[in-house]
């Protein structure tokens, strides 16, 4: 086992970095002004129905109300994806998946009603979150469906033995007819005592969320979901995790705690990190996280990723770089895109990308090579938590894909708007600014009587219309007669200028 997870706590931020053979894979953060919304129960109070967008807006108490679809009210379990059921159940998750046309929102909700809802989708940019009327309470191997009363199987648990095994364990616990469960892929090799012991934990846990419903006026939170660190625990620290290492004797005891009730056979490969050197940098951490926010993405052979995130889509540019390949261009491209398919799903997971992700691959004329490639980013993919949807290589070489997105990336987390370009990404040139001030200058001296007129310029551009090889600024003196004071002004925005007039 190489996979480790290292937790760094401080006052303003807990940060979580998996490795795998020392080397990251994936990359959380929680700070105290942003904290985790997906998972939380509310008892919210429908605001406003829309049936022309087939949704209702529900108070939850938040800044902005949330976003129920209509397919988020009636689908049921269709909404678990990656859940296998057995018999009639398959068929019904079949169909739901493929059923296209629901009944409007308004037969199903008005305004004023009392909802009890979970967000599935944090609030991101001007958008608020995303509800769901279908309830799911995650254990560390089970997830209890309390409006859902079927029993299903992940998808990942492959092996028949397990399968049956499994589903003879979940036959015996006698569980409520009225409430429905999941078994998570973490579930495999969990004794009866295990499966025994959380669904206990669980039943308990919706009773008492379900009390305070009932005592709760909306709109109201009745339920939160666990911190960073704990959902790490609960969902990431299994078997195959050879140690968990955490610098915060607080968080060690919280931890500890939770692996004594939910996952004893665990505890012994708890640490509490104490060292004076810093555990990221101890384990050399810190420097793959800082590689997270680069635009460009270095890959071994030289070649290299350009990722580039817009408001709709997120852009990954393969490029040979200085790699030259042995043979000819169509094997240099071949193994660049090799070796991009293959670091492209651990970027989305570092980078926590999500929505629709366009990957222009290095054309390829054959087809066996598109394949392969296909093939490749389909297999890494698998690793994913995240659901993903990917849609075949095109001939020039394009791939369309899709990742669940449930929160902010990591690069929204920790960056704001330029308030230098505004977004853009880029500035205007000198030499434009330049143009667009004389414009200005000479319409501002066709209608004024001042004497002098006093100009102020960011350092670069003063510089270049005050030079004397351009001799931008005597024509207009001349031409006007009037006196024209350039001032340099390294406060101020390269795009913009400030014009007075005096006497």
């Not at 998972?39 to 529900?58: D, Q, T």
């Not at 967000?119 to 409006?147: C, D, N, Q, W, Y």
């Not at 270095?298 to 393969?318: C, M, W």
Request: charged fraction near 35%; include cysteine.
């Amino acid at each position: 086992m190489h996979k480790e997870i290292f937790i760094n706590v401080t006052q303003h931020e807990k940060r979580v970095a998996i490795l795998d053979n020392k080397r990251l894979e994936e990359f959380y953060s929680e700070r105290p002004d942003q904290v985790n919304l997906v998972g939380n129960i509310y008892k919210g109070r429908v605001e406003s129905v829309l049936p022309g967008m087939g949704a209702a807006f529900v108070d939850l108490g938040l800044e902005k109300n949330g976003f129920l679809y209509v397919s988020d009210v009636v689908s049921g379990a269709a909404s678990f994806e990656k859940l296998f059921e057995e018999g009639a159940d398959e068929e019904y998750v079949a169909k739901m998946s493929k059923q296209k046309s629901y009944p409007s929102i308004a037969q199903l909700l008005k305004k004023g009603d009392e909802v009890v809802i979970q967000i599935v989708k944090e609030p991101i940019s001007t958008k608020g979150a995303r509800l769901t009327t279908h309830i799911s309470i995650p254990g560390r191997f089970l997830v209890l469906m309390p409006f859902d009363n079927h029993i299903g199987l992940s998808k990942r648990i492959e092996s028949r033995e397990e399968r049956d095994r499994i589903r003879k364990i979940m036959e015996s616990l006698k569980l409520p007819k009225d409430l429905g469960f999941i078994v998570r892929t973490a579930a495999i090799g969990a004794s009866e005592k295990d499966f025994q012991r959380e669904s206990r934990y669980l039943i308990n846990l919706w009773n008492q969320i379900r009390a305070k419903v009932k005592r709760s006026k909306p709109p109201a939170l009745i339920h939160s979901e666990y911190d960073l660190i704990l959902r790490v625990a609960r969902d990431i620290f299994t078997s195959d995790v050879s140690r968990l290492e955490v610098d915060s004797r607080e968080d060690y005891k919280r931890i500890s705690r939770f692996l004594n009730i939910l996952a004893p056979h665990l505890r012994p490969r708890l640490k509490l990190y104490g060292e004076r050197v810093p555990l990221f940098e101890k384990f050399e951490v810190e420097k793959q996280i800082e590689k997270i926010y680069d635009r460009v993405v270095q890959l071994k052979s030289g070649g290299y990723l350009i990722f580039d995130q817009t408001e709709s889509l997120v852009a990954i540019d393969v490029n040979s770089g200085k790699f030259v390949g042995r043979k000819n261009l169509e094997d240099t491209a071949h193994k660049t895109n090799l070796e991009a398919a293959e670091e492209i799903p651990r970027q989305l997971k570092l980078r926590d990308l999500g929505g629709i992700i366009i990957i222009d691959f290095i054309d390829m004329d054959y087809p066996e090579h598109r394949k392969s490639v296909f093939k490749t980013l389909e297999r890494r993919l698998e690793d994913d938590k995240a659901k993903t949807n990917i849609l075949n290589i095109s001939s020039i070489g394009l791939v369309e894909m899709t990742r669940q997105r449930v929160r902010k990336s990591i690069e929204g987390k920790s960056y704001q708007k330029c308030p230098y370009c505004n977004g853009r990404g880029i500035v205007k040139s000198i030499t434009t600014v330049s143009i667009e001030l004389m414009r200005r200058i000479e319409r501002v001296l066709q209608e004024s009587r001042a004497r002098e007129v006093f100009i102020s310029l960011h350092p670069e551009v003063a510089y270049f219309v005050s030079s004397s090889e351009r001799n931008m600024i005597k024509p207009l003196e001349r031409r006007f007669r009037k006196t024209i004071r350039v001032i340099e002004d390294p406060n101020i925005h390269i795009e913009d200028i400030k014009i007075e007039q005096k006497g």
